[in-house]
């Protein structure tokens, strides 16, 4: 009858370590599977997050590119049209000093002549006096005593008279030259009025043209600058939109795979408990079996370790017999694990420090050999020494080895593993 039980009891024990197996080799898959996914699905969305900031920025860019032309024309044709505007009115200011300059070269050579020609006739009248005044000498020579009273007061008639020709042709002339003057100064007047008055217009047709043309490309720019800022906002309320569609699909399915997780979870618990609670009253009777068991073999261990304690007696600090301490650790953060490993430069072709999802193991050996020859008595000591060790950490939670960083700090190494972020996700969603 013991050994009916006791084989059902091992059937039993194998089928409950069989399950206790299975699900821990399921619920690993189960959560790679979900690592993979979730990793997966934030890959396509950080893909598809940079190809729209990517088309966002070419627009934005383009649009800016083309403002920027359309100001640079604009400044263009601002200059074109100043330069006009100042040519002509170089050009009218060119021709207004021309005329000015040929008004008063004719002036100066009207005046120039009305003095000639006023010289000229009182020289013709003194000629003529003259040679009047001569011929009456000659014809009336020998009348001269006679007449000379008479020709004293023709003389003094004829003086009178030239006199006052003379001052008559003098007025004429003053009021000649009074009439070239006047006509010239009005003449100047009135093409200096007139060329002020078109210089004046010209300015305020061109000023006018330049405040029109100005007035269309700032309103031209306007309508540009509401085209460019309306289509931005369009495009940035349609781009939100997109994005806001795209992460409410990434956590509806983050939701999906949670619940399809937690049922799958909840489910295996629930078998397991099943499991447990049938295999606790069996599992309680064979730990009594095991504790009589125990009692027994433990006085036969009593025995067996007072025989090999008596082979380490004297041998407590001998350092061949210990387990030695290497001093490596291990710590962590909210987003990584630290692992310091005491790696002497000397050592590290001997050491390796094996990274996996669950543990980090640091393993290594060393051996030394010396020997000393004594040539005066002939004696030779040799010594050879060989150790291994081994120093395991588990972690808590899956990491990531492909993120992992090395840095050496005199005899330690320092590394840097990522933690897994499947339980920052799973809070997430």
Sequence with gaps: MSSIDSSQRKAQQAELNDLQADYSRKRKQVIKENEAQLADIKDHYSDKKDALSEQNEAAINHIRNRQKDMAEEAAQERERLMENYNSRTQNLQKNYDEKLSDTRQKRQAAVAEAQNDARQKVKDIEDTAQSRVEDIRTRSGEDISRAKQKYNQDMKQINDFSEKRLERQREQNDALLTGEVERGKYSHERVRT???????????????????????????????????????????????????????????RIMHNKKANEETLKTQNERFQSLYAKNEDAQREALDIQTQRYVRELGEARKDFTKAASRYAGKENDPFYKVEDRGSQLQENSDFYILKAYVPEHEKDAVKVSIQKDKATITGQRSFKDKIEDEDSGKTVSSSNFQTFREEFVFDQPVITEGMTRERNGDWVVFQIPKGNFNRLDRKA
Excluded: C, P
Aim: no cysteine; charged share 40%; proline share 0%.
């Design 194 to 252: 007139r060329n002020e008055k078109e210089l004046a217009e010209t300015q305020q047709r061109g000023d006018e043209k330049i405040s029109f043309e100005k007035q269309q490309q700032e309103k031209k720019l306007t309508r540009l600058n509401e085209m460019s800022a309306k289509r931005y906002d369009q495009q940035q309320k349609h781009w939100a939109s997109k994005e806001e569609r795209v992460n409410q699909q990434y956590s509806e």
